[in-house]
């Protein structure tokens, strides 16, 4: 059964950092690429990084280009997201994604999604 499990959120004030994790289970293949997302109150679901498991090339919203990192372990199947300089406009519940198919950052791309963790940026 697969299983995504994300882990780091919490409150933090403007400019400050957080790390966010996500263990990925259940896996025959390793997948093609993993994401993040996020969704703030009364907004659709965006994508915020992704990284493909082979070569680990990345790719980053405009929103967060320069202030977020993704990196993957394909030893522990996790992917991370570091997130430094945080703004209270990051403020938002946050998913991890994977997908076996097209590595892009487009919803519609990913099969298996996390129940989410919470980041809260204050001003």
């Known amino acids: 059964q697969v299983r995504l499990v994300e882990s780091g959120g919490g409150s933090v004030q403007a400019g400050g950092s957080l790390r966010l994790s996500c263990v990925a289970s259940?896996?025959?293949?390793?997948?093609?690429?993993m994401a993040w997302f996020r969704q703030a109150p009364g907004k659709e679901r965006e994508g915020v990084a992704r990284i493909s498991t082979d070569r680990g090339v990345t790719y980053y919203d405009a929103s967060v280009k320069g202030r977020f990192t993704i990196s993957h372990d394909n030893a522990r199947n996790t992917v991370y997201l570091q997130m430094n300089g945080l703004k209270p406009t990051d403020t938002a519940m946050y998913y991890c994604?994977?997908?076996?198919?097209?590595?892009?950052?487009?919803?519609?791309?990913?099969?298996?999604w996390g129940q989410g963790t919470q980041v809260t940026v204050s001003s």
């Open positions: 259940g896996y025959i293949d390793r997948p093609e690429c």
């Open positions: 994604a994977v997908t076996r198919g097209v590595c892009g950052l487009m919803q519609r791309f990913y099969e298996d």
